[in-house]
């Protein structure tokens, strides 16, 4: 296929439809290759190893986040507010746990996200099984260098997902196509 010169796009018309073909401008964005070599996957991992010390305080930090927000909701109960707030601390510690290298608090923080997210009148979450959910996730990251840890924090995991599971059955009840929902097989493989 020949390269056109103009930059007006071309159409060409056949029976019942018209193809039209945009100027491609695109060519004018992108730079010839050169010698150096750029591996932005490569400078990304560089900077994390960079970083990689600072992990273990930022998840400290975010413990200490999730930590004030159930301590906002003991005091005040689930509000607006609180109820975000608690909402925001767990999904951002289900999100950074591999990242900053405790992918095994990712499957707590999930679980108490799906309590939070999907219980319908936020003043019947137990108060009970939020702390269980904050508790589990601050002893996983206290005791991340034990030997047994993964395997511990995996049956702690599933319990509190089973329990959060049959809360949020109760609760939701009385509307089954949101059972179905929350409760459909995930779309990624192995998730």
């Given at each position: 296929?020949?390269?056109?010169?103009?930059?007006?796009?071309?159409?060409?018309?056949?029976?019942?439809?018209?193809?039209?073909?945009?100027?491609?401008?695109?060519?004018?964005?992108?730079?010839?290759?050169?010698?150096?070599?750029?591996?932005?996957?490569?400078?990304?991992?560089?900077?994390?190893?960079?970083?990689?010390?600072?992990?273990?305080?930022?998840?400290?930090?975010?413990?200490?986040?999730?930590?004030?927000?159930?301590?906002?909701?003991?005091r005040d109960g689930f509000t607006q507010k609180t109820h975000e707030i608690l909402f925001r601390a767990a999904h951002d510690i289900k999100g950074e746990a591999g990242t900053f290298g405790f992918p095994a608090v990712a499957g707590v923080a999930e679980s108490l996200c799906r309590l939070v997210e999907h219980t319908p009148d936020m003043q019947r979450i137990p108060l009970t099984l939020v702390d269980q959910h904050v508790d589990a996730i601050r002893a996983v990251v206290r005791e991340y260098d034990r030997l047994d840890l993964l395997a511990a924090a995996a049956v702690l995991t599933k319990r509190l997902r089973d329990v959060t599971d049959e809360f949020l059955k109760t609760e939701n009840g009385f509307r089954p196509d949101y059972l179905e929902n929350i409760f459909a097989p995930p779309l990624v493989p192995g998730a």
């Amino acid at each position: 296929m020949s390269r056109r010169k103009d930059e007006t796009p071309s159409v060409a018309t056949y029976g019942d439809y018209e193809v039209i073909t945009p100027p491609h401008e695109l060519r004018r964005a992108v730079a010839p290759a050169g010698d150096v070599v750029d591996d932005p996957v490569g400078r990304a991992e560089a900077a994390l190893a960079e970083l990689s010390s600072e992990f273990s305080g930022w998840m400290d930090s975010e413990c200490d986040r999730l930590e004030a927000a159930r301590q906002d909701v003991k005091r005040d109960g689930f509000t607006q507010k609180t109820h975000e707030i608690l909402f925001r601390a767990a999904h951002d510690i289900k999100g950074e746990a591999g990242t900053f290298g405790f992918p095994a608090v990712a499957g707590v923080a999930e679980s108490l996200c799906r309590l939070v997210e999907h219980t319908p009148d936020m003043q019947r979450i137990p108060l009970t099984l939020v702390d269980q959910h904050v508790d589990a996730i601050r002893a996983v990251v206290r005791e991340y260098d034990r030997l047994d840890l993964l395997a511990a924090a995996a049956v702690l995991t599933k319990r509190l997902r089973d329990v959060t599971d049959e809360f949020l059955k109760t609760e939701n009840g009385f509307r089954p196509d949101y059972l179905e929902n929350i409760f459909a097989p995930p779309l990624v493989p192995g998730a």
